[in-house]
């Protein structure tokens, strides 16, 4: 069985360019929300700066890549939303939020308000660092729901709201710029986990803190994330200040590990780069679009259902509705027609997720055949 034919399968040029910076894959890559394909630039970049390490000694290999990795910081802080100086790099999107709750002025016993979509791994973070979990109302898609937050923030403001931006298992993406106009007038603080959101979907929105790994919708290498503190917070956060930094350091600088993975920074920075050269607005665009085209293939795929609505997320996760067994699914898309896609289980979001999910994320180099390969390899048994 294969899907119903379509009559145009031409990619835009600058789509047709994106896969040619890639060169061919070993199969189908439909797990972008996993790991993007890196380009065969950013994979030279991280290269001649390993070599330059090896060359030259990796310190001053460091000064010499100082103009990218600068450039790379300005960019990636403007997508985020701050300035300059509030941006600094770290190993991953966990390795950000470890620190987040680390320099937060926060107290054992404050009150974290979430989205029940948010991710599990934080949700484990806050448990840890002593922090009470409270659920924010939503709407039956599974955003929160405005009315309710601008209540419960004159009612009961928690210490911080957190969301999760564009949730990792299925087509959800939360209101995070209204979000953030009603927390700045409440005084309280947004804090946003962009790790499906960078890249994909508009993150500049008025968080006061914001983080993402490099290695997803950018697709930049893996080992390099980003933390971006809004101003207003630099000076209030917890840091040590070694002896050994510059004292002309910004405040966010010090939250940066500096026994790094220099090279993925410098790789991080051409992906961002290359990313602003084809147009954020339209990459965007163009994710919405193939999230949607993807919905709507496989929304008539026997034994399968669509998990939640039409947000601009290129981001599908499909529900088994015929007893199938998804872990076995996604290894036999791999195994038998060499298509990559997640098992999404439930501990990505414990609070709303009740059975794991097959999750789809295709780029913007995604083609009806592409989706018609798809739909009839996973008809196919």
């Known amino acids: 069985m294969s899907a119903p034919p379509r009559s145009d399968d ?11 910076q890639r060169g061919p894959a070993a199969g189908l890559h439909m797990d972008n929300a996993a790991a993007g394909r890196s380009s065969a630039e950013v994979l030279a970049a991280v290269s001649d700066h390993a070599q330059l390490e090896a060359r030259v000694g990796s310190y001053v290999a ?12 300005a960019a990636l802080a403007s997508l985020m939303g701050v300035p300059t100086d509030g941006l600094a790099f770290v190993e991953s999107a966990t390795a950000a939020l470890a620190v987040l ?12 308000a979430v989205a029940p979509s948010d991710w599990g791994p934080a949700l484990e973070g806050f448990a840890a660092r002593g922090l009470r979990i409270s659920e924010l109302a939503i709407v ?4 929160i729901d405005l009315d309710q937050l601008e209540r419960r923030l004159t009612t009961a403001p928690p210490a911080v709201v957190h969301l ?12 995070v710029a209204q979000a953030a106009t009603l927390c700045r007038a409440a005084g309280v603080p947004l804090w946003v986990d962009a790790a499906q959101a960078l890249g994909h979907v508009d993150t500049a929105l008025g968080a006061d803190a914001v983080y993402a790994p490099g ?16 101003e207003a917070w630099w000076r209030r956060l917890n840091l040590t200040v070694p002896a050994m930094m510059p004292a002309e350091w910004p405040p966010v600088r010090l939250l940066e590990s500096h ?64 007893g199938q067994d998804v872990p076995a699914v996604r290894r036999r898309l791999l195994d038998e027609h060499a298509i990559v896609t997640t098992a999404a289980v439930t501990a990505r979001a414990p609070r709303e997720m009740t059975e794991t999910l097959l999750r789809v994320s295709p780029h913007v180099d995604c083609s009806a055949a592409d989706l018609d390969r798809l739909y009839a390899a996973l008809a196919d048994g």
């Not at 460091?62 to 910081?73: D, N």
């Not at 039956?140 to 955003?143: F, N, R, T, V």
């Not at 679009?289 to 981001?315: C, D, F, N």
Request: hydrophobic residues 40%; charged residues 15%; aromatic residues 6%.
């Open 164 to 175: 999760t931006q564009v949730a990792s298992h299925r087509s959800l993406v939360q209101p």
């Open 62 to 73: 460091e000064e010499l890549a100082a103009p990218v990795i600068g450039a790379g910081r």
């Open 259 to 322: 026994d790094a993975h220099v090279a993925g920074r410098v790789g991080l920075a051409t992906a961002v780069r290359q990313y602003l050269g084809t147009g954020p607005a339209q990459v965007w665009q163009r994710l919405q679009q193939v999230g949607q085209e993807t919905r709507k293939v496989l929304g008539g795929l026997p034994g399968w259902q669509v998990a939640g609505g039409g947000a601009p997320s290129a981001i599908t996760g499909l529900r088994p509705v015929a």
């Open 10 to 20: 031409a990619l835009d040029q600058r789509w047709q360019a994106w896969a040619e």
């Open 140 to 143: 039956p898609d599974g955003q």
């Open 215 to 230: 290695r997803k919708w950018l697709a930049g290498p893996r080992g390099v994330g980003v933390l971006a503190v809004g």
């Open 101 to 112: 709750l680390r320099c937060w002025p926060l107290r054992a016993g404050d009150t974290i």
